[in-house]
């Protein structure tokens, strides 16, 4: 009993207790200061009417297909690759691990440098080199978005390549084996038997990055703080807005519970619609 | 590859039509990832002893000016602090680990060896709160730091608020009671017989023998809270108790570019030689991480 005393006391005070709390008080109005009033599902109305959210949720949509267009398809194609490579991997796999062990707001502040816009910036001046731009990045309403995923896909990919790789080492040569003998040449093994096997993680992976993506915050509240004209404006910095810069902790709350419910019938769906496919 | 054969075979090793463009792929993809994964951090490093306007005018050019300012570092870390956050940075990861390392063994221990009857309850309820986004609870895990139930502490400007909330992970948990459960049970049965009490079983029989998944929870736990932004930035609203991470976008605002890129250097040099030192331990906590959530 000694021993569960400190997993119960984190868990009651810091994670159970919060998620039931962050229930409750979607439907109370609390400021710190007024006494605690039930309004019912008044937060919920508030919330649904403000048209900062529907631009925020759309916001937060387009990043995340962005990021999936973006960010699902490399890391798989990379360790399929490193998965082939003997002895030297670990060399490629530290360097594309790199940028994950980057704190976020060390690559957020560099590459906020790297997406100066004027023609001497950093990414203006690689691409004038060949003839382009320069680009505005950060400072126009329609790039401002696809560059914050550019950077959060550049400080993400290397966690998804390690845990595809991890996937790979499971395959059984016997397999490989068996497809050679049947006279199966090298993109057919891959087809046959390496995406096959990556079938489930694959899936998993997509769930994953899509609640991920759903939760952005720090790029775009240190990029850009939501804007030009709000076009990076997403959920979550929308709920730290209404909490931390509002006061107001029932909004904030009942926009969290909506987001998180979201979420929920998003995997639901998901995995009811993938049940056929997902079985290794 | 476990050692053993991937879907290439030896026989098409020695091809040269699947070997040579196998050789031209794996040149292509290190220069890709030379230049992408390296590439910002060399660039980081030689900006961060460049002349503000080297930096600005000629992003690409190496030393356009001629002068190397080694001084940069120096005054970045003096007059930036950026030592003295670091410093805070290092007291809050290694009570987050320490915070987690307790709650993860002792309830490893509870729920794999010692199994009383509502472990399965305790079990599920750990489980069930990976299934819920952390963003429900961010309000209301501020507002219970900043009144802490029954003894109404608030925990607000002490490390506490950013050592306790991440202690409370059920990945953690999880990954030590599954390592625990592979521990044959005759030890636990032999130490008994050998009059070992509860306590002694965990502190000199499972705590050793469970020393490598152990490193994988602090180290994941180390690079995560250094990682970590919002939640530091809510609780720890005293400069004086702030990460490296809070402080840097300050730091950036009011001061000159070659000043704030030697500070990012030094912010960045900590976790990268951690990962360079501890490499192999930590991608096989990234890669367990994913096995676990499949």
Redesign the interface.
């Known amino acids: 009993m000694l021993f569960a005393l400190p997993v119960l006391l984190v868990f009651v005070v810091f994670s159970w207790g919060p998620i039931v709390k962050g229930l409750v008080m979607s439907v109370q109005q609390t400021n710190l200061v007024d006494p605690v009033k039930w309004v019912g599902l008044e937060n919920f109305r508030y919330v649904l009417t403000d048209p900062g959210v529907g631009q925020a949720a759309l916001n937060t949509v387009w990043f995340t297909l962005l990021a999936l267009l973006f960010g699902f398809p490399v890391p798989v194609l990379l360790a399929m690759f490193l998965s082939e490579l003997r002895g030297k991997s670990w060399l490629y796999t530290t360097l594309a691990y790199l940028p994950v062990i980057t704190p976020p707001v060390v690559a957020i502040l560099l590459w906020r440098f790297f997406y100066d816009p004027s023609p001497s910036g950093m990414f203006n001046s690689i691409l004038g080199t060949v003839g382009l731009g320069p680009y505005p990045w950060l400072d126009s309403p329609s790039s401002a978005m696809p560059s914050i995923v550019l950077e959060a896909t550049w400080a993400g990919a290397g966690n998804a390549v390690i845990i595809y790789l991890a996937a790979l080492t499971s395959v059984r040569a016997d397999l490989y084996e068996a497809a050679e003998l049947d006279g199966a040449g090298v993109v057919r093994r891959v087809w046959h038997v390496m995406l096959p096997h990556l079938r489930g993680v694959l899936l998993l992976m997509l769930l994953l990055q899509v609640i991920g993506t759903m939760q952005l915050f720090t790029e775009p509240l240190l990029f850009t703080g939501g804007g030009p004209q709000g076009s990076t404006m997403t959920i979550l910095l929308l709920i730290y807005n209404y909490a931390f810069v509002n006061g107001d902790y029932g909004a904030a709350t009942a926009l969290s519970v909506l987001l998180a419910l979201a979420l929920a019938v998003l995997s639901a769906v998901f995995q009811f619609a993938t049940r056929g496919w997902s079985t290794e | 590859?476990?050692g053993?054969?991937?879907?290439?075979?030896d026989a098409?090793r020695h091809l040269s039509r699947?070997r040579v463009p196998?050789v031209i792929?794996?040149v292509a993809?290190?220069i890709g990832?030379?230049v992408?994964?390296?590439g910002?951090?060399l660039?980081?490093l030689k900006a961060a002893i460049s002349p503000t306007q080297d930096?600005?005018?000629?992003?690409?050019a190496w030393f356009p000016s001629g002068q190397v300012q080694w001084g940069n570092l120096s005054t970045a870390w003096q007059q930036g602090h950026i030592g003295f956050y670091l410093g805070n940075t290092a007291i809050i990861a290694a009570g987050t680990a320490l915070?987690s390392l307790?709650?993860?063994t002792?309830?490893g221990?509870?729920l794999s060896v010692?199994r009383?009857r509502w472990g399965a309850v305790?079990s599920a309820?750990?489980l069930a709160?990976l299934?819920?986004?952390?963003?429900?609870?961010?309000?209301?895990?501020?507002?219970?730091v900043?009144k802490?139930?029954v003894v109404h502490a608030n925990l607000t400007n002490t490390f506490w608020a950013v050592w306790?909330?991440p202690?409370?992970s059920?990945f953690n948990?999880l990954v030590v009671k599954r390592f625990f459960e592979g521990i044959p049970r005759e030890y636990f049965e032999a130490a008994r017989i050998d009059g070992a009490g509860?306590i002694r079983v965990?502190t000199s029989l499972v705590l050793p023998l469970s020393r490598p998944i152990l490193g994988v929870v602090v180290l994941l736990s180390i690079?995560s809270s250094?990682?970590d932004?919002?939640w530091p930035l809510?609780v720890l609203t005293n400069p004086d108790l702030q990460p490296?991470?809070?402080a840097?976008?300050k730091i950036?605002k009011v001061t000159e570019?070659n000043i704030?890129?030697a500070g990012?250097f030094l912010?960045?040099l900590i976790?990268?030689l951690l990962?360079?030192v501890f490499?192999r331990a930590f991608?096989r906590g990234?890669?367990?991480?994913?096995?676990i959530?499949?």
């Open positions: 590859m476990s053993e054969r991937g879907a290439l075979s098409d699947v196998f792929g794996q993809v290190l990832l030379v992408a994964g390296l910002p951090l660039w980081l930096s600005i005018r000629s992003p690409l915070a307790i709650v993860c002792t309830a221990y509870v010692l009383p305790l309820g750990i709160t299934f819920v986004p952390h963003i429900v609870s961010l309000v209301p895990l501020y507002l219970t900043l802490v139930p306790l909330p202690a409370a059920a948990v509860s965990f690079i250094w990682k932004y919002l809510l490296v991470s809070v840097l976008p950036a570019l704030q890129l990012l912010a960045l976790p990268v990962f360079l490499q991608l990234v890669g367990l991480s994913g096995g959530k499949a």
